[in-house]
T-cell receptor, first 112, second 113 residues
């Protein structure tokens, strides 16, 4: 069955360091993968999309990589700030379907 | 005004009651979705609609129904609410061109007692 794995353990990181979050998937062949940020009690907010033919995508302090051989995406936040503290969700698209499936997310805590 | 508006924000209802959650959007998107979120289970798709005449079941549609009244409006109904439908419900929209991100509403926190 299809499965998305994100580290369920919270990631604590010192302010100014680079945070790296991992998303592994099995039994998917996504054409693209999205990353979202979610704050407690709020709806997810779209951050970045990376396509299968792209190795890396950047947006300001954010960087996403996509390795279709390893079936893995990495999400990096450089120069992390306390305001980056949130839960981050990855969402590969579901094969041929034009919709995505969400992972359970990794909670990031940036410590001042 | 928010791009995707959900009402109500919070609702407590009794077992067996019928309840409707409403969603409206000003994005002009054709595609709309209903998700529920439970701790540890993430977001799970209940129903989705790619246009006004297209309604599809998601992975957990049992116990739910939807209505797409217009391009901008997509409502979710619980015909007879049960306690395990207690969750945070989100409506989302997306553009037709796949590969764009979803825009989510602020959610409805539903408690069934």
């Amino acid at each position: 069955s299809q499965k998305i794995e994100q580290n369920s353990e919270a990631l604590n990181i010192q302010e100014g360091k680079t945070a790296t979050l991992t998303c592994n998937y099995t039994n998917y062949s996504p054409a693209y993968l999205q990353w979202y940020r979610q704050d407690p009690g709020r709806g997810p907010v779209f951050l970045l999309l990376i396509r299968e033919n792209e190795k890396e995508k950047r947006k300001e302090r954010l960087k996403v990589t996509f390795d279709t051989t390893l079936k893995q995406s990495l999400f990096h936040i450089t120069a992390s700030q306390p305001a980056d503290s949130a839960t981050y969700l990855c969402a590969p698209n579901s094969g041929g379907y034009q919709k995505v499936t969400f992972g359970t997310g990794t909670k990031l805590q940036v410590i001042p | 005004d928010a791009d995707v508006t959900q009402t109500p924000r919070n609702r407590i209802t009794k077992t067996g009651k019928r309840i409707m959650l409403e969603c409206s959007q000003t994005k002009g998107h054709d595609r709309m979705y209903w998700y529920r979120q439970d701790p540890g289970l993430g977001l799970r798709l209940i129903y989705y609609s790619f246009d006004v005449k297209d309604i599809n079941k998601g992975e957990i549609s049992d116990g739910y129904s939807v209505s797409r009244q217009a391009q901008a409006k997509f409502s979710l109904s619980l015909e007879s609410a049960i306690p395990n439908q207690t969750a945070l419900y989100f409506c989302a929209t997306s553009e037709q061109d796949r590969g764009h991100g979803y825009t989510f509403g602020s959610g409805t926190r539903l408690t069934v007692v």
